[in-house]
């Protein structure tokens, strides 16, 4: 993921972006003369190095410690990461850690691969842009992916989807990749065995003996088309772990987390890599009309089944207020009147409210509301527009739409289950 200064605010709705003149260029030369990069004084080169090694070092501490506890099966979403294995014995702390490195630097290799892919375009284009920060966090995956800052302001349309698109490609190549390299060097089921020793009387036939029909199996994680499709073509059957047991193969998981986070960062909103693709595919003006439309639809099925009219006093009174306020935090700027982003806010609810009391069964994922206030009140919802606004060659808007066929392919509603 990458984003660009700060002259474009994040938040700010379309037809407010700071322009470089009172009056449009009348030709491309003319914009081209009244465009400026800009220009930062550069922190020492010793502490850039310090700052980027150290996040990256942190990570892969983090992440690794992800690995260990991930692949055990006891991983739950919100569960900080298990310092508690450097009490172990030395030997079993060594067969803990190499489990959980087979996940880290894996991952982290995909994600390395897709910010350079990034950083390299964007020097290509002459954008000057930062290294990678790599993100950690102690819990979950032990990381939150990591990111490059644009420094300079981006000149065209083109560059905009060159510069978004090269990550997710890029990485997308290293994850299919090291699924092929997952799904073709499956070890025997021995290995499966050595984490749950009861399955081992029932062969390869366990499955139908130790889940149940309601058997949820603890933390799952969903197995997206491409992953389902990549499984189907280059696994042995005999040696495929049910789903709920995947967690147990790190390098599987490792390449499903990727296609998660290509995903992620293919979503068509503001400063994502999606939304730079759809902004390069459509251009300004037809964009900043349908993405209140797809960021509207995603906060609908993110909330949806959170309330129902059949719902107790309590779930209201304890509820219903701290939704209200997400509500309107997240709609308040995108429409150009606070009043209308209200009202629209207003209206999600009651389509929720309608649809859960019709269908109870029927239900979102809550998940999904912490990103809707991120792209809400800091990323943006809208995409600036460049001063150069030519539409894309033919070849650019195949690999473009290419992309949007990709993201379908990438994302699950629910990875997390």
Same mark, same amino acid.
């Given at each position: 993921m990458s984003f660009p200064p700060n002259t474009f605010p994040p938040s700010e709705p379309a037809g407010s972006e700071i322009v470089t003149s009172s009056t449009e260029p009348a030709t491309l030369r003319e914009a081209q003369a009244a465009f400026r990069r800009y220009e930062r004084p550069a922190a020492a080169v010793w502490r850039t190095w310090a700052v980027h090694l150290g996040l990256l070092l942190v990570t892969v501490f983090t992440t690794t410690l992800a690995g260990v506890r991930l692949t055990s099966a006891q991983m739950m979403p919100l569960e900080f990461l298990p310092l508690e294995i450097f009490q172990w014995p030395p030997a079993l702390l060594r067969a803990e850690l190499t489990r959980g490195l087979w996940f880290a630097l894996p991952f982290l290799g995909v994600l390395t691969v897709h910010e350079f892919g990034h950083y390299f375009v964007a020097r290509y284009h002459r954008v000057r842009t930062t290294l990678p920060y790599y993100i950690p966090f102690p819990?979950?995956?032990?990381?939150?992916?990591?990111?490059?800052?644009?420094?300079?302001?981006?000149?065209?349309?083109?560059?905009?989807?060159?510069?978004?698109?090269?990550?997710?490609?890029?990485?997308?190549?290293?994850?299919?990749?090291?699924?092929?390299?997952?799904?073709?060097?499956?070890?025997?089921?021995?290995?499966?065995?050595?984490?749950?020793?009861?399955?081992?009387?029932?062969?390869?036939?366990?499955?139908?003996?130790?889940?149940?029909?309601?058997?949820?199996?603890?933390?799952?994680?969903?197995?997206?088309?491409?992953?389902?499709? $990549?499984?189907? #073509?280059? &696994?042995? =059957?005999?040696?495929?772990?049910? /789903?709920?047991? +995947? !967690?147990?193969?790190?390098?599987?998981?490792?390449?499903?987390?990727?296609?998660?986070?290509t995903a992620l960062n293919l979503l068509p909103l503001g400063q994502f890599d999606g939304g730079h693709i759809l902004y390069g595919l459509l251009g300004f003006r037809r964009y900043n009309r349908l993405v209140p439309l797809l960021f509207t639809g995603f906060i609908f099925y993110a909330g949806l089944g959170l309330f129902s009219l059949r719902d107790g006093w309590q779930t209201w009174l304890y509820g219903g207020l701290p939704y209200a306020g997400y509500l309107a935090l997240v709609f308040w700027r995108m429409l150009p009147r606070p009043r209308q982003g209200l009202l629209l806010?207003?209206?999600?609810?009651?389509?929720? $409210?309608?649809? #859960?009391? &019709?269908? =109870?069964?029927?239900?979102?994922? /809550?998940?999904? +509301? !912490?990103?809707?206030?991120?792209?809400?009140r800091f990323i943006g919802v809208y995409h600036p527009q460049a001063p150069d606004e030519r539409p894309l060659s033919a070849g650019r808007q195949v690999l473009?739409?290419?992309?949007?066929?990709?993201?379908?392919?990438?994302?699950t509603p629910s990875p997390f289950q």
């Open positions: 819990l979950g995956l032990g990381t939150f992916g990591a990111i490059i800052r644009i420094k300079d302001k981006i000149f065209s349309r083109r560059e905009f989807f060159d510069i978004g698109i090269a990550g997710p490609l890029a990485g997308l190549v290293v994850a299919v990749l090291l699924l092929g390299y997952g799904f073709t060097h499956l070890p025997p089921l021995d290995y499966l065995f050595s984490f749950h020793p009861d399955y081992a009387p029932y062969g390869a036939d366990y499955a139908r003996y130790v889940y149940g029909p309601d058997t949820a199996g603890g933390f799952v994680l969903a197995r997206p088309l491409l992953y389902q499709g $990549l499984e189907h #073509a280059l &696994a042995d =059957p005999a040696r495929l772990p049910h /789903p709920n047991e +995947l !967690l147990h193969y790190p390098v599987l998981v490792a390449g499903l987390m990727a296609l998660f986070f806010g207003a209206a999600v609810w009651a389509a929720q $409210l309608a649809c #859960a009391t &019709a269908w =109870p069964t029927l239900t979102g994922n /809550p998940g999904w +509301l !912490l990103m809707g206030l991120i792209v809400g473009g739409w290419l992309m949007v066929v990709i993201f379908v392919l990438c994302f």
